[in-house]
């Protein structure tokens, strides 16, 4: 039990320090004295970059997403294409044929029988 208490101690303690390192205040060589000319504004670089990533991201992503949606209509519309040439095919089919049994395909009845 203490090892768990004590890993995620390390564990908060990696991620106290990981949020506390991008905020700079001066040099390193000059400890924590807040001059004007010391402020170092590296969060606001940090964020644009940051932010202009996620631009990129989100526009990949979009383009992505236009891209499924012209295959997926794309894909319906040969999938009906197919449908209607398969139905028809199977119509011409049983003109030719002249038989009942492709003529009614699934519609006849047991009573019909002979």
Do not use: C, P, W
Not at 12 to 18: C, D, G, I, P, V
Not at 54 to 76: P, R
């Amino acid at each position: 039990m203490a090892e768990g208490v004590g890993l995620m101690r390390r564990l908060s303690a990696r991620r106290y320090s990981r949020r506390n390192s991008r905020v700079r205040f001066g040099d390193a060589n000059q400890g924590n004295h807040l001059n004007g000319s010391d402020l170092d504004l590296s969060v606001d670089d940090d964020y644009d970059s940051f932010e202009e990533e996620t631009l990129n991201k989100m526009s990949k992503i979009e383009h992505e997403v236009s891209q499924l949606k012209t295959m997926y209509i794309t894909m319906v519309n040969k999938a009906e294409d197919m449908g209607n040439l398969l139905t028809r095919t199977l119509k011409e089919v049983a003109k030719r044929n002249n038989n009942s049994r492709t003529h009614h395909i699934g519609r006849r009845r047991a009573g019909k029988r002979k």
